[in-house]
């Protein structure tokens, strides 16, 4: 399901992990790092490789879209792990996530988002923040798996 405004935060404590300005450059060395610290957390395989690959479809459109990089937020709740991916692109509507597969409903976009809502148990898209490349904009784009335990 994706929510339009929402904060997927139980409203538990956060324990910050990981915080993590990129470009495309970074993307590479993003996935080993949010897969270092899902491990920490808890996140075991498969659903650990699902993280990450929601983590740098997510990242690779910040760089495509978003005006070329973007931050990512890791944080640990009680039995949750949440990645926040902001970027200071022009943004985007939630809309854009095809129902069907990418491709076989005529569109050829947000595969990327379309994968990430599949495989996590919870995904969020928001307005912008500032101070992520400039004065405001962009897109917010968090995802969440649970922890065992």
């Known amino acids: 399901m994706v929510t ?7 409203g538990g404590p956060q324990e910050r992990l990981l915080e993590f300005d990129f470009t495309r ?10 897969d270092q ?9 498969p659903r650990r490789g699902d993280f990450v690959l929601a983590a740098d479809a997510v990242a690779t459109n910040a760089v495509e879209h978003g005006g070329g990089g ?5 944080h640990r709740s009680p039995g949750v792990l949440e990645c926040t991916i902001s970027d200071s692109g022009p943004g985007f509507a939630p809309s854009v ?3 069907l597969a990418p491709g076989l409903g005529g569109s050829h976009c947000g ?13 969020v898209i928001t307005g912008g923040v500032s101070g992520v490349g400039g004065a ?9 798996m649970g922890l065992p335990g």
């Open 4 to 10: 339009e405004g929402v904060h997927l935060n139980s």
């Open 111 to 123: 595969r990327g988002l379309w994968i990430t809502r599949l495989i996590t148990d919870g995904l």
């Open 70 to 74: 973007g931050r990512l937020l890791l």
């Open 97 to 99: 996530i095809p129902d």
């Open 37 to 45: 610290y899902a491990a920490w957390a808890g996140l075991a395989e």
């Open 136 to 144: 405001g904009g962009g897109s917010v784009v968090a995802f969440t």
């Open 25 to 34: 450059e970074d993307v590479p060395r993003l996935r080993v790092l949010v």
